[in-house]
């Protein structure tokens, strides 16, 4: 059983940045790929990217493309996502996600395929 905490949100006005923090505990990172997902309110949970656990390929939404990386360090257990020159429409509540149920240089955009979510962090962005 693979428990995941976010971290790292918060609050700040539009043109900033933040980066959130996954760290996992309790299974082997380097075997898990890793996805980051937000919902805001009123609206179903939205992939925002994800990075594989061979050869660190990643994917994006186009919504964040450009403005938003994702990376991972497997020493420390912990996948990052870069957010800059952030937008009010970025409000959400962010996940992490895990799972190991596809290939080794995959990165799945659909929440189905991943097995272990995070309780989430806060970021609003203020125009």
């Known amino acids: 059983q693979v428990q995941l905490v976010e971290s790292g949100g918060g609050l700040v006005q539009a043109g900033g940045s933040l980066r959130l923090s996954c760290t996992a505990s309790g299974g082997t990172f380097s075997t898990y790929g890793m996805g980051w997902f937000r919902q805001a309110p009123g609206k179903e949970r939205e992939f925002v990217a994800a990075i594989s656990r061979g050869t660190y390929a990643t994917r994006y939404a186009d919504s964040v493309k450009g403005r938003f990386t994702v990376s991972r360090d497997n020493a420390k257990n912990t996948v990052y996502v870069q957010m800059n020159r952030l937008k009010p429409e970025d409000t959400a509540v962010y996940y992490c996600?895990?799972?190991?149920?596809?290939?080794?240089?995959?990165?799945?955009?659909?929440?189905?395929?991943?097995?272990?979510w995070g309780q989430g962090t806060q970021v609003t962005v203020s125009s």
């Open positions: 996600a895990a799972g190991q149920n596809f290939g080794v240089f995959a990165v799945p955009e659909r929440s189905y395929e991943y097995d272990y």
